[in-house]
């Protein structure tokens, strides 16, 4: 089983619309949680942290479900700017450092 | 503030060749990464530095692959010799202290296409 396991995707959406998606992490140890986008041909950056309680920012909701080793991400009244590829990721720490684990993307074309 | 640099942007060699690519991590950052990004999959670490020493490169296939970053600033990764499968976009990050890993700021990238 992979350690991050994603929505296999793609998701083609119209604009306007509101698109969710999921991630299951096999670590229970895993201790943070985050989404990045990456667009096409792009360099991976940070969209948002995700934490027990729920977060939002703006348009973007994230969950973390620890009990069940699930995440989620939505994405509400989508924009044509929003098509990209949004990685989940976890992060296992040892010792003194951390490792970001990436699952492998879930593909997103809004569409007017 | 200037970003994670990276060259070549892009490289193509033939396999069993070898290949070398460069990272300026952003300036004060001690903690550098080299990640390994195959098409339509997630990046996946081969080996990170704080400061001139190695603290993992336990994903590093260190038959064939090298890294380092001997005054703590500046990175080389390389492959020797290169096969097939090595093709991919290679991408440096830096972050400024190793658990402020959610820090992590990826440079452009370095796309390798192995004939």
């Known amino acids: 089983r992979k350690e991050v396991e994603q929505d296999p995707g793609p998701f083609n959406v119209p604009e306007g619309a509101t698109v969710a998606f999921n991630c299951t992490y096999s670590?229970?140890?895993?201790?943070?949680f985050f989404w990045y986008r990456q667009d096409c041909r792009k360099e991976p950056k940070l969209l948002m942290s995700?934490?027990?309680s729920g977060n939002e920012d703006g348009r973007f909701t994230a969950q973390l479900n620890r009990a069940s080793q699930y995440i989620s991400l939505l994405i509400r009244d989508s924009k044509l700017s929003d098509s990209a590829t949004y990685l989940c990721?976890?992060?296992?720490?040892?010792?003194?450092?951390?490792?970001?684990?990436f699952g492998k993307g879930t593909k997103l074309s809004v569409k007017p | 503030e200037a970003g994670v640099a990276q060259s070549p942007r892009y490289k193509i060699i033939e396999k069993r060749q070898s290949v070398a690519f460069w990272c300026n991590p952003i300036?004060?950052?001690?903690?550098l990464y080299w990640y390994q990004q195959i098409l339509g999959q997630g990046p996946k670490l081969l080996i990170q530095?704080?400061?001139?020493?190695?603290?993992?490169d336990s994903q590093l296939p260190k038959d064939r692959f090298s890294a380092e970053r001997l005054k703590g600033v500046d990175s080389t990764l390389k492959i020797q010799p290169a096969k097939l499968e090595d093709s991919a976009v290679y991408l440096c990050?830096?972050?400024?202290?190793?658990?402020?890993?959610?820090?992590?700021?990826f440079g452009p990238g370095t796309r390798l296409t192995v004939t």
């Open positions: 990721v976890v992060t296992n720490y040892g010792g003194s450092q951390g490792n970001l684990i």
């Open positions: 300036s004060g950052h001690a903690t």
């Open positions: 990050a830096s972050s400024s202290q190793p658990l402020d890993i959610y820090e992590q700021y």
């Open positions: 530095f704080q400061n001139n020493g190695v603290v993992d």
């Open positions: 995700v934490y027990s």
């Open positions: 670590n229970s140890a895993s201790q943070s």
